[in-house]
């Protein structure tokens, strides 16, 4: 995971595969150096953060029961034991609301990843709460793959899903539940397993899709590219990397 900091500082965090999942570096840009930081309590991987509004970092740790968080503190360059999640966060995108309250959508293994179940961190009691049910599945059943989710400049988050679902919440702007909604499938059958997706200056956000997993096919090819408009509730599709329409 990562995260820009105060002072332009970016935090970097674990990672899934390799050496370093139990590693965390700082880049400083003055004096362009990386500075590790303390070893977090446990290992780093598949694990989602996000910058609170006081600059410390809340830290998803995913390593034994997958609920587990730590806060790191930049003024100290230590880690405190973070609140407990109420669901599993393995693979999960987070979104950071107007409000400072922090969204995602529950993981159960087992249970086919068919799990809507969705909660929040709130700051000001340093808690997870349970939030209201996504309205369409965003796991996929096989590798428990999703895509991301992003704030839209109308203050709602959009969440993309593995099996080529995607859905619009809509905050309350306190620990009340928000609102869901069904957002467009993308286009011609295809999803978005563990994949990457970044928002444009205009709002519009660029995605890497792919065909939607199967049993035997977890992260299928080819790769295709398109743009959502959060205006027109559409996906269109634009040019791959070096030309074409897909990547291998």
Same mark, same amino acid.
């Given at each position: ?26 880049y ?13 309590? =446990? &290992? ?25 968080? &730590?806060?790191?503190d930049?003024?100290t360059?230590?880690y ?14 987070? &979104? ?8 995602y959508?529950? =993981?159960?293994?087992?249970?086919g ?12 009691t340093? @808690?997870?709460?349970?939030?209201a049910?996504?309205?369409?599945s965003l796991?996929d ?15 709602r ?8 679902? @995607?859905?619009?919440? @809509?905050?309350?702007?306190? @620990? ?19 994949a ?11 995605c ?41």
């Open positions: 995971s990562a995260q820009r900091m105060n002072a332009c500082r970016l935090y970097v965090a674990g990672g899934e595969y390799g050496g370093c999942r139990h590693k965390v570096e700082v400083i840009p003055l004096t362009d150096t990386w500075t590790l930081t303390p070893d977090p309590p =446990v &290992v780093v991987y598949d694990a989602n953060s996000e910058i609170l509004e006081d600059g410390r970092v809340l830290q998803a740790m995913v390593y034994g029961t997958g609920k587990n968080t &730590v806060i790191y930049p003024s360059n230590t405190a034991t973070g609140p407990s999640s109420l669901d599993y966060f393995d693979e999960s995108a987070w &979104v950071k609301l107007p409000d400072g309250s922090i969204l959508v529950d =993981v159960t293994f087992g249970a990843g068919d799990d809507k179940s969705t909660e929040r961190y709130i700051p000001a340093n @808690t997870w709460i349970a939030d049910n996504a309205p369409v796991y059943p096989y590798g428990y793959e999703s895509g991301g989710a992003f704030l839209l400049p109308d203050g988050a959009f969440f993309i899903g593995a099996l080529g679902h @995607t859905a619009y919440y @809509t905050p309350s702007g306190s @620990t009340s539940n928000g609102t869901w909604a069904t957002g467009p499938d993308i286009p011609s059958a295809q999803g978005t397993p563990d990457a997706g970044a928002m444009l200056v205009n709002g519009k956000i660029l890497a899709v792919s065909p939607i997993p199967t049993s035997g096919n977890h992260l299928p090819s080819p790769t295709a590219f398109y743009e959502f408009d959060y205006l027109t509730n559409t996906f269109t599709q634009v040019g791959a990397p070096g030309g074409g329409t897909t990547n291998a």
